[in-house]
């Protein structure tokens, strides 16, 4: 089973809408969980961290669920510059090594 | 805002040729990190550095591959006999803490091994 899983999308969405990406994890004792997004052929850019009481951060809304181990992220009224790969990110341990997901995809047209 | 740097953005190299990528953290970071994304793929870890020591680093970081604080500010890595593999985007990233706090990426190096 991969580390972090995530739909590699494409995910079409047109301008205004709603839209949820999921993302699994393996390790039932991992810390920390963030979202990244990283354009195309860019560096990883954090976009927010997620908390068991889930957080908000304008038109994103990340949550967790530590049973079920599995994270979300809810961008709403989409915008086409939110276009670009969503990278889900665990910290598995106390250390300091991150470990990624495959990231998807999302393409938001007028 | 500060950022992390690194140099070169492109290098192309051939195969068994010894490659050194530089990058300058963010100056009041402690905490130094290479990842790399072999295109197409996802970002992988390679090697955390913390108080002049590796900290941690996983099995792609082998014996190959070292990485060094020279000087007070550069963070660098080398790879010591390039592979076809080794083609990859490298990017170095640096955190105030440790890793559950935020990590800064700099834009990245593109390794090509012809």
Known sequence: RKEVEQDPGPFNVPEGATVAFNCTYSNSASQSFFWYRQD???????????????????????????????ISLLIRDSKLSDSATYLCVVNPSAGNMLTFGGGTRLMVKP | EPEVTQTPSHQVTQMGQEVILRCVPISNHLYFYWYRQILGQKVEFLVSFYNNEISEKSEIFDDQFSVERPDGSNFTLKIRSTKLEDSAMYFCASSALRAEYTIYFGEGSWLTVV
């Open chain 1, 40 to 70: 195309c052929r860019k560096e990883p850019k954090l976009l927010m961290s997620v908390y068991s009481s889930g957080n908000e951060d304008g038109r994103f809304t990340a949550q967790l669920n530590r049973a079920s181990q599995y």
